[in-house]
């Protein structure tokens, strides 16, 4: 049976999805974000330095600053995955996640990025059993173990720089065919005794018990077919991060990349549809960019639900709204 219908469902809740709700909850209107988790990819540094008003801080503490604000002026949270989401006959929306139906007047996508799969057997059978996609949340799992990291460009020497810092034993399996050798981090990696590259190298299978023991990798080039088994506890994945759409190709247009195609205030294809942050075709994927698109998606939205109910338009977020401050701002 549907929940409560709400005037907004959000579905993410990072810089885009959480700076979404808190313009919408400060406009009264009743937001519920729908997300796997508070952050996003956010989560995944210890260090932003260029989000303003910050010198230097975490991505977990700037998310959770940003979902105690939405929260303190009346943003609801579900935390899920979104699997479903459609426009009913009545022009209002349905948002589903395994066991539960939501509905809204308006809808926005700010679900952002996810890791690509690496697409090899015993990917999925390990996932959160050695095989990790995030090397700042699960490499301390790993202190003192024999591990490896996959991938290519900077993503993968820039966990490999943090891996080798905790693994006894790091390999790094690169999937290109030659390594820049002026690159620094590379060259800061070739300075550590506990990392071995395997360059273009490919990952064939993972196989373990319980956990991961056996990461097989096999040469790309006809000069190096080699396949050797490497014993390791886990394999960190860092291919990079793709737009997961799929569940809404048919609500909105996408571009060939799986972008959700928006204009400059964050309508799509579909009237109704907002859209916000990484998961749209703008080229720049940053936390403050995210946060930017993400209010004008909510002045946008709400503006739709004003629009439906007969009421006035906005065009700022500037009126002083009184709410007991719940923030550590
Ligand atoms: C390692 C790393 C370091 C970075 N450093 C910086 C930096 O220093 N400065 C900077 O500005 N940017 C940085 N970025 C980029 C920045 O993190 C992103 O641009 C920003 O997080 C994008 O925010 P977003 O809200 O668009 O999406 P995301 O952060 O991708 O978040 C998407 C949200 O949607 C949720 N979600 C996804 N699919 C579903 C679904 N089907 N159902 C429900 N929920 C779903 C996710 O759980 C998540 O909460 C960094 C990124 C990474 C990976």
Redesign the pocket.
């Known amino acids: 049976m549907p929940q409560d219908k709400y005037d907004c469902i959000i579905?993410?809740?990072?810089?885009?999805?959480l700076t979404a709700a808190l313009y919408l909850a400060r406009q009264s209107a009743e937001t519920l974000v729908?997300?796997?988790?508070?952050?996003?990819?956010?989560l995944?540094?210890d260090?932003?330095?260029?989000?303003p008003g910050f010198t230097q801080i975490s991505?977990f503490e700037l998310m959770n600053k940003f979902q105690q604000q939405a929260a303190a002026y009346g943003a609801k949270f579900v935390y899920?995955?979104?699997?479903e989401a459609r426009k009913l006959e009545d022009g209002s929306f349905s948002v589903k996640v395994r066991d539960q139906e939501y509905r809204s007047t308006a809808l926005i996508l700010?679900?952002?990025?996810?890791p690509r799969n690496l697409d090899v057997p015993g990917e999925e059978m390990f996932r959160g059993r050695g095989v990790s996609y995030c090397a700042?949340c699960d490499g301390p799992l790993y202190k003192k173990m024999p591990i490896a990291v996959v991938g290519i460009g900077d993503h993968v020497m820039?966990a490999a720089v943090y891996l080798s810092g905790l693994a006894s034993k790091l390999y790094v399996v690169y999937k290109g065919s030659r390594i820049n050798p002026d690159d620094e981090l590379y060259q800061q990696l070739m300075e550590k005794e506990n990392v071995e590259f395997l360059v273009n190298y490919s990952v064939e299978k993972i196989e373990g018990e319980m956990t991961v023991k056996t990461v097989s990798v096999k040469g790309n080039s006809k000069d190096n077919p080699e396949s050797r088994d490497l014993e390791v506890e886990g394999l960190f994945i860092e291919m990079g991060?793709v737009a997961?759409t799929d569940?809404v190709k048919d609500l909105v247009e996408l571009t060939k990349n799986n972008e959700i195609i928006t204009d400059k205030l964050g309508h799509t294809s579909q009237e109704g549809v907002f859209a916000?942050?990484?998961?749209t075709d703008i080229p720049y994927?940053?936390?403050?960019?995210?946060a930017g698109q993400?209010s004008a998606a909510a002045l946008s939205a709400y503006n739709y639900i004003q629009k439906k109910l007969g009421k006035t338009a906005v065009k700022s977020d500037w009126k002083s709204v009184k709410v007991e401050q719940k923030t550590t701002q």
Not at 285 to 290: E, F, R, T
Request: charged share 20%; proline share 0%; no cysteine.
């Open positions: 579905i993410g809740a990072a810089s885009a999805g729908i997300s796997k988790d508070i952050g996003g990819q956010a995944l540094t260090d932003i330095e260029n989000y991505g899920d995955e979104v699997t700010a679900f952002g990025k996810t700042v820039q991060y997961r569940f916000a942050g990484d998961v994927k940053q936390a403050v960019i995210s993400g």
